[in-house]
């Protein structure tokens, strides 16, 4: 088995799948969000662990997860830095018998091979915005491979939860937001689409690295802003939630 850079995890998550989720963050991430919580875990870096050594840990809690209809979901940072060891965990958790999941940007969606896919039962993918400007400015990096994966996703009936971070003034502009709600509303593969309002609870860290933050006076976008863009997506007939509930039934409309 090999080894990889693991940047935390967290056990009894509920944001991040279905049910109670164990998270590994991998470390490393080739995005710079204006929002990201974990700026701490852009780099690849720390001291290597063994898949085997991170498997038998959620193997210890696999009948706690289990009894929360949950699973394993791999996180970061962006997993897809690391696809091998992330693909090791993955099919190391399938075999524990667990649900699996891949909380992604996208950006690296070519590193996602086929055989990887057959490891996972829920592809998150962050879309952070449509407009392809806008794209840059949030993250750095352009739109285009992210699309290109949540199109593949769609042609291979992938299940999929599509993630979008509503931030006032940066990611709200009604026709960023209806651009992707028809670009979503087209494919084949999304159980629901989860409208994260934009918070300040990663501040603390920018300011910890030093790093200029940029959203500083941003406000979290209000329950009504939040309504709006959400019937912009359910309009397209997509089914949209803040994915806060545990369920062991199935979630939103099924692929
Ligand atoms: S993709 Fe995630 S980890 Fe990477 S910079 Fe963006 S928010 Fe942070």
């Known amino acids: ?58 193997a210890s809690s696999a009948d706690f997860l289990k ?22 965990i993955l099919e190391g958790s399938k075999d524990l018998g667990l649900h699996t999941a891949l909380d992604t940007s996208g950006y690296l969606g070519d590193r996602l091979t086929d055989e990887m896919l057959e490891a996972i039962d829920l592809v998150l993918l962050d879309i952070k915005s449509y407009d392809p400007e806008t794209y840059r400015e949030v993250t750095g990096v352009d739109v285009e491979p992210t699309l290109r994966l949540a199109e593949r996703l769609s042609e291979l009936r992938q299940p999929a939860w599509i993630r979008f971070v509503l931030v006032p003034g940066l990611t709200d502009a009604p026709e960023n937001v209806a651009g992707l709600a028809r670009f979503v509303g087209r494919l084949a593969n999304v159980q629901r689409v989860e409208i994260l309002p934009f918070h300040q609870m ?29 019937a912009v997506f359910e309009a397209q007939g997509l089914a949209v939630n803040d994915g806060r509930f545990a369920t062991c039934g199935p979630v939103g409309a099924e692929a």
């Open 1 to 58: 088995m090999s080894k990889g850079i693991v940047h935390s995890t967290e056990v009894g998550s509920f944001v991040d799948g279905p049910g109670i989720r164990f998270v590994v963050f991998l470390a490393g991430c080739p995005l710079r969000c204006q929002y990201c919580h974990n700026p701490d875990a852009w780099q690849c870096k720390g001291e290597p662990t063994e898949a085997e050594e991170v498997l038998g840990r959620i």
């Open 67 to 88: 009894a929360g209809c949950g699973g394993v979901t791999l996180s970061g940072g962006e997993p897809l830095m690391q696809a091998e060891f992330a693909h090791e």
């Open 202 to 230: 990663g501040k603390h860290k920018w300011e910890e690295l030093r790093l200029p933050y940029k959203l500083a006076d941003t406000q979290p976008p209000t329950p009504e802003e939040v309504g709006r863009v959400r």
